[in-house]
């Protein structure tokens, strides 16, 4: 696939050997290592049943972005299947350069042909690049309220 800039950017599954490179391109972005969380995702998704999808961008052999995400069939009242982006990720050096457009453009395509028709995710309010990014992208504000309850211990 071609970035914005023309630049070749080759869209792949992940492979367990990513991990390292996941981690390192997350803890760029969010400041902090969460290699556990990857640990067990990429396990999931690699290992588990039902449908998942996991993406990795190199550019030029250099692994640059990631994504995954997941199937869901009767979750939350939905009648239809739907896939939610759990995680994507692209390298700062990169940003802007048309991989993460390359990451959901295969996204779609797979999903396309699995016949869902529908792609969810969520972004923290505090994030106006990244929700800049997902407009861009087509994704739209939800007709649905996603409510938070903090659990603190009873009396």
């Given amino acids: 696939m071609k970035t ?4 070749a950017v080759l869209v792949r599954n992940l492979r367990p050997e990513d991990l390292a ?3 390192r391109i997350d ?3 969010t400041g902090r290592s969460r290699s556990e969380y990857f640990k067990i995702k ?4 690699l290992a588990e049943t039902g449908i998942k ?5 190199e550019h030029d052999g250099l692994f ?10 009767g979750e939350f009242g939905h009648l239809e299947p739907v896939a939610g ?7 700062p050096a990169f940003s802007g350069r048309g991989v993460g457009d390359a990451l959901l453009r295969q996204l779609r395509m797979q999903l396309a042909g699995l016949g869902v028709g529908r792609l969810q995710t969520e972004v923290s309010w505090n994030q106006p690049q990244l929700i800049s990014f997902f407009q861009h992208e087509g994704f ?9 309850l903090e659990i603190k211990p009873l009396p």
């Fill in 42 to 45: 990429l396990d999931q998704n």
């Fill in 140 to 148: 739209q504000p939800a007709p649905r309220f996603c409510l938070d």
């Fill in 85 to 91: 982006l759990d995680t994507i990720g692209v390298d």
């Fill in 53 to 57: 999808v996991s993406l990795a961008a």
């Fill in 64 to 73: 640059v972005g990631f994504l995954l995400a997941r199937v869901y069939y």
């Fill in 21 to 23: 490179a996941v981690i």
């Fill in 27 to 29: 803890a760029k972005i």
């Fill in 4 to 7: 914005r800039e023309n630049e």
